[in-house]
């Protein structure tokens, strides 16, 4: 597959704004996280991925959306997962 530049980019740079936005909005005052902040961050990054997976299906096809959602549930089940297993120790 044949990936332009700008594309690269943009992907890179809603990561930089990712990573600011949980830098500067979510870590600037440490606290414990309640159930409804926390529901409300997975709605966000779901949202987000959702976006850029839409993204994927209009400039790649749905078979690359269709392989990036798939990935991105398995690894989200598997984080999810490794909460449970950590719990229990």
Known sequence: MDVPTWVWLATVAGLGVLFALDLLIVDRKPHAVGMAEATR???????????????????????????????????????????SSSSSS
């Open 41 to 83: 961050w997975v709605g966000f990054y779901l949202a987000c991925a959702v976006a850029f997976g839409l993204g994927v299906w209009l400039f790649a096809g749905s078979e690359f959306a269709v392989e990036f959602a798939a990935g991105y549930l398995t690894e989200y089940s598997l984080s999810v997962d490794n909460l």
